[in-house]
């Protein structure tokens, strides 16, 4: 009963922060119900035992990107933009494909079991040794390599970043 | 415990050449002089060429490594060598442009290697997670190149929008991974497969997340409706770079595309040939059409690449080790006459969107006899008419539609590559039969000529001698099946 209502909280407020994220048109106020919607995530990230995500959830989205996302506005003096038309032109045509669209994903997803098969790291195997160990042995054992290729995805995005936006070129 | 053997490193051996060549390239062009950066590009071909050797005496190993995350086999090994001949041809192109548009810095060869790094991964990821993180790599270095001409604003635009296109692209491929990951509780490419064929899923969710991958790979190959990015990023960013990116990374995107739904999805197979039979008939259809009233080159080639992307596809609909080695084939032969024909236009440019329109191609055998000659056997090519190999490439995809009974989608396939001929033949039509519009001379440039020569050789060989290509797609696509 109150993990239904812990979720039902959740859910609601991440669903309307999302929204007032693409309706405000301060874009401070934006990023700031952004951060509403990174920590009500996180708080679903709880509900399904996996708080090690849920940590993560915090300290990267919430701590790191949304504190780039104020600087990058804040730099850009991102007021000019409150006289800007909020939407495409075409939204009027677009939205309603959107929503049907979602319509469509949901009434799928909601009469289709996903009892799949469960891998080696069920709910039990998970709380016995430990979410965070959990995460650990498997991001350096199964997934080495796509660990590794996760590292110099990083590395090519910093190169990229440095030779984008680099003030002098030689 | 999953422990890494030896034979898991030998087998990721290429991709790691590959890599620290990148990184070697990367540091060097901090030491080296301007004047001698061009060697970082011959430094860069040498890396591939070991990574190449490597790869080819691993020919015949098949083994997965890494917990299965990866998987070397005849299939891998052939798309590898594919993208080390691409991403050669298209460095020794590059050297001269990326000089004379003053961006000739180790980055720019180093992105050019950490992206064939990620086709490599894309090409061996036998785990839908390896499969994913390869086409990062590869994407986010190419959205890199395409913004480097930081000065121009069209190569800002091309990065940007493909940057931000491309990212929508993961998203929508990301949900189909997350849903087939839902119903199938793996994202082994192997054991999705096994967990369908007992037959305890839901059909509607594995239709959809088989659509929402589709998207995603249709968006890498530049397949229409997913299409709409290409013309403007392939005139956006350097011509170099478009030549790279319209032949690697859709040759990897369809290394990965066919992998994944022949591995994972052979169940809903008929499910997805409808799809991309409509996919491929939509590609042709577009792209030599709209081709047609192309003045820019550059425009005119991104629209061609959409209608390869529709050949391709009809060869992935007819299915079977015979469909599917003759889209390897094809690509293979893809990468020849088209870094052929970006070369060509590389050749003309003079900085800025000089060399770029059609009419500047007027007169060019009056000009330089060679490099029109040249031109001419890549238009032939892309064209399909023999001895060139773009024949072979179009009839092997043909027979392998008749023979699956696909009379129709080969028969459109033909009528598409008569309209093609049109805009191809109107380059040749403009170099031969116009006189020139001015004295400008070529100027002759050794790793552009051998670059040149190269691909003008392999198209004009396997025209004729298809026979060796044919029989090393056919040993490598039996992997797969």
Redesign the interface.
């Known amino acids: 009963m109150i993990l239904q209502v812990a979720f039902i909280y959740f859910a609601a407020v991440t669903v309307f922060s999302a929204l007032m994220v693409i309706t405000r048109k301060n874009p401070v106020h934006c990023a700031l119900y952004m951060l509403a919607v990174f920590t009500h995530v996180a708080g679903l990230f709880v509900l399904l035992d996996a708080e090690f995500v849920a940590a993560v959830q915090v300290l990267v989205y919430a701590g790191a990107i949304l504190v780039l996302f104020l600087f990058v506005i804040m730099l850009f003096r991102g007021d000019g933009m409150k006289d800007k038309a909020r939407f495409v032109s075409g939204w009027p045509i677009v939205a309603p494909i959107a929503i049907a669209l979602m319509g469509l ?1 949901m009434s ?2 909601m ?9 080696s790291y069920t709910i039990e195997a998970v709380r016995s040794a430990g979410n965070s160990q959990v995460i650990g042995m498997a991001l350096y ?6 660990f590794e ?2 590292s ?2 990083l ?3 910093m ?2 970043a ?3 936006a680099k003030k002098k ?2 | 415990m999953p422990t890494i053997s030896t034979a898991d490193l030998a087998a990721i051996s290429p991709e790691i050449i590959v890599l620290c060549s990148a990184m070697a390239v990367l540091i060097m062009g901090l030491f080296v002089k301007k004047e001698w950066r061009f060697l970082l590009g011959y430094l860069s071909v040498a890396g591939l060429a070991a990574a190449a050797d490597r790869t080819w005496a691993m020919r015949s190993v098949v083994h997965g490594a890494f917990s299965g995350m990866f998987i070397l086999d005849g299939y891998a090994t052939y798309f590898k060598m594919v993208f080390y001949v691409a991403a050669a041809i298209a460095l020794l192109i590059s050297i001269s442009y990326v000089r004379m548009e003053n961006i000739e810095k180790g980055e720019y060869y180093g992105l050019i290697l950490f992206a064939t790094a990620g086709m490599m991964v894309m090409a061996s990821g036998s785990d839908l997670m390896t499969v994913y993180l390869g086409i990062e790599l590869m994407a986010l270095s190419i959205y890199v190149l395409a913004g480097f001409l930081r000065k121009s604003l069209r190569s800002n635009e091309a990065a940007l929008k493909y940057f931000l296109l491309g990212a929508f692209s993961s998203g929508i491929l990301l949900y189909g991974i997350a849903l087939i990951y839902g119903i199938t509780g793996t994202t082994n490419l192997h054991d999705i497969a096994a967990f369908i064929q007992t037959g305890t899923y839901s059909k509607p969710a594995l239709i959809l997340s088989m659509i929402l991958m589709l998207a995603g790979f249709g968006f890498k190959v530049a397949a229409v409706p997913f299409h709409m990015w290409t013309p403007d990023v392939y005139e956006g960013a350097p011509t170099s770079v478009t030549a790279f990116m319209s032949v690697g990374p859709k040759a990897a995107a369809f290394a990965a595309f066919l992998r994944v739904f022949i591995t994972a999805l052979p169940q809903i197979q008929a499910d997805w040939t409808i799809i991309i039979a409509a996919l491929a008939i939509l590609s042709m259809l577009i792209g030599n059409v709209v081709a047609i009233s192309q003045t820019n080159i550059k425009r005119m080639l991104a629209y061609s690449s959409i209608a390869h992307a529709g050949y391709a596809m009809v060869g992935f609909v007819a299915g079977g080790a015979e469909g599917i080695s003759s889209v390897m084939t094809y690509l293979l032969i893809y990468v020849f006459m088209n870094l052929g024909a970006f070369g060509m236009v590389v050749a003309l440019s003079r900085g800025g969107m000089t060399g770029e329109r059609i009419e500047d191609f007027a007169g060019l055998s009056k000009k330089n006899k060679m490099a029109a000659l040249l031109m001419l056997i890549f238009m032939f090519s892309l064209a399909g008419i023999p001895p060139t190999a773009g024949f072979i490439g179009k009839f092997n995809i043909f027979m392998a539609a008749l023979n699956s009974g696909f009379l129709w989608l080969a028969l459109i396939m033909v009528v598409m590559s008569a309209v093609s001929a049109f805009f191809y033949l109107r380059v040749v039509l403009v170099m031969y039969m116009k006189e020139p519009e001015d004295d400008r001379k070529l100027t002759p440039n050794l790793s552009m000529y051998t670059a040149m020569a190269v691909a003008a050789y392999a198209v004009l060989y396997i025209g004729m001698n298809p026979s060796g290509v044919i029989d090393f797609a056919m040993k490598s696509v039996s992997g797969l099946m």
């Open positions: 994903l799928i997803l009469h289709s079991g996903f009892s799949g098969a469960q891998g054992t199964d997934y080495l390599f796509p290729i996760a110099v995805i590395l090519v995005a190169v990229g440095i030779v984008l070129a030689d």
